[in-house]
């Protein structure tokens, strides 16, 4: 199985402060990646598809980037609205597996 | 507009079964591979098993940690994606929710059921 390690487990930071997220897959996964917002008692919300991707109506405040086998999620300014847990999840291959997730927090 | 509603939860003792049921709208099941996740109380996302489309003959994959005891189905004719459960243990305790996939991607997601195995 592809092993999905996020890091850090949990971050604070202020408002307006841009806040990256990374993502490490045990073997390489070309840009099979996505990412997933997942806010407090609410069901996820996909992204970033293919890494890098936007899906639609994401706003442009996030990006992705990366290949193979590290990725990362960027928030380039913070708002409260943001506070949420964010997972990343490979398709390269069977099983599909997720990071243990990222907890984002206002300070 | 996309929806995925699940429904089906509850409890149920240990080595019982569960059917938890998709009901999807505004597109067409049958071309759209299909998820399901689930999310144990407090834990992350665990993906549990994947049907593909009908191109490719709803072919099924799942986890380790399901094979043999869950079966994913559809219902063509109700637009409506099915989760069989037998066999369950305290460790199926979860938030189960239906997945869209559009080219091989999570795209939507449904509010999620709550299955709860307590002996």
């Known amino acids: 199985d592809i092993q999905m390690t996020q890091s850090p487990s949990s971050l604070s930071a202020s408002v307006g402060d841009r806040v990256t997220i990374t993502c490490r897959a045990s073997q390489g996964i070309r840009k099979s990646l996505v990412w997933i917002q997942q806010k407090p008692g609410k069901a996820p919300k996909s992204l970033i598809y293919?890494?890098?991707s936007l899906q639609s109506g994401v706003p442009s405040k996030f990006s992705g980037s990366g290949s193979g086998t590290e990725f990362t999620l960027t928030i380039s300014s913070l708002q409260p609205e943001d506070c949420a847990t964010y997972y990343c999840q490979q398709y390269g291959g069977y099983p599909l597996t997720f990071g243990q997730g990222t907890k984002v927090e206002i300070k | 507009e996309v929806q995925l509603v699940e429904s089906g939860g509850g409890l149920v003792q240990p080595g019982g079964s569960l059917r938890l049921s998709c009901a999807a709208s505004?597109?067409?099941?049958?071309?759209?591979?299909m998820d399901w996740v689930r999310q144990a109380p407090g834990k992350g996302l665990e993906w549990v098993g994947r049907t593909r489309n009908k191109v490719r003959s709803y072919t099924t994959e799942y986890a380790a940690s399901v094979k043999g005891r869950f079966t994913i189905s559809r219902d063509g004719s109700e637009n409506s994606l099915y989760l069989q459960m037998n066999s369950l243990k305290n460790e199926d305790t979860a938030v189960y929710y239906c997945?869209?996939?559009?080219?091989?991607?999570?795209?939507?997601w449904g509010q999620g059921t709550l299955v709860t195995v307590f002996s």
């Open positions: 997945v869209r996939i559009v080219n091989d991607v999570v795209e939507d």
């Open positions: 505004g597109f067409t099941l049958s071309d759209h591979y």
């Open positions: 293919g890494a890098s």
